[in-house]
């Protein structure tokens, strides 16, 4: 069985701290026009949730909305956690047409660490394990 990359071990305690996720009649309209809602639902840790719909249903809408990306026009959504600087850092998204900066995979990576905070003689081992 493969090693974990460094840290591995630590992001499920981190997810499990901020779940769950409560979404209360959340609505979001723009350009006057209902994209979405209202919507309530309560996101678990545990096992996958999985969100489908055709193109157009306000699927990515939704997500941005739980990452906190857009904010709703009505309603509330709530973390566990109440320490916004806890939540963003527990959780990860990617977006439909993800962007890679204009250098080699290995110095995108350094870069996220970055700005994780990871120290910079930290960087090159982490880099190594998670492209391995």
Same mark, same amino acid.
């Given at each position: 069985? &493969?090693?974990?990359?460094?840290? !591995?071990?630590?992001?499920? +305690?981190?997810?499990? !701290?901020?779940? &769950?996720?409560?979404?209360?009649?959340?609505?979001?309209?723009?350009?006057?026009?209902?994209?979405?809602?209202? /919507? @309530?639902?309560?996101?678990?840790?545990? &096992?996958?949730?999985?969100?489908?719909?055709? %193109?157009?249903?306000?699927?990515?809408?939704?997500?941005?909305?739980?990452?906190?990306?857009?904010? &709703? %026009?009505?309603?509330?959504?709530?973390?566990?956690?109440?320490? @916004?600087?806890?939540?963003?850092?527990? +959780?990860?998204?990617?977006? +439909?047409?993800?962007?890679?900066?204009?250098? @080699?995979?290995?110095? %995108?990576?350094?870069?996220?660490? @970055? /700005?994780?905070?990871?120290?910079?003689?930290?960087?090159?081992?982490?880099?190594?394990?998670?492209?391995?």
């Amino acid at each position: 069985m &493969p090693e974990s990359a460094p840290g !591995a071990a630590a992001a499920p +305690q981190r997810v499990a !701290a901020i779940l &769950p996720l409560r979404l209360e009649a959340v609505t979001f309209e723009a350009a006057g026009k209902r994209i979405l809602g209202p /919507l @309530s639902a309560t996101f678990e840790a545990g &096992p996958l949730s999985v969100i489908l719909g055709p %193109n157009g249903a306000g699927k990515s809408v939704l997500l941005r909305l739980c990452h906190g990306l857009i904010r &709703p %026009n009505g309603g509330r959504i709530v973390w566990a956690a109440a320490d @916004s600087g806890t939540i963003r850092h527990a +959780q990860a998204m990617v977006f +439909q047409r993800p962007v890679l900066l204009r250098r @080699s995979v290995a110095a %995108n990576v350094a870069y996220a660490l @970055s /700005l994780r905070g990871v120290a910079r003689n930290e960087r090159p081992a982490r880099v190594a394990a998670a492209l391995a």
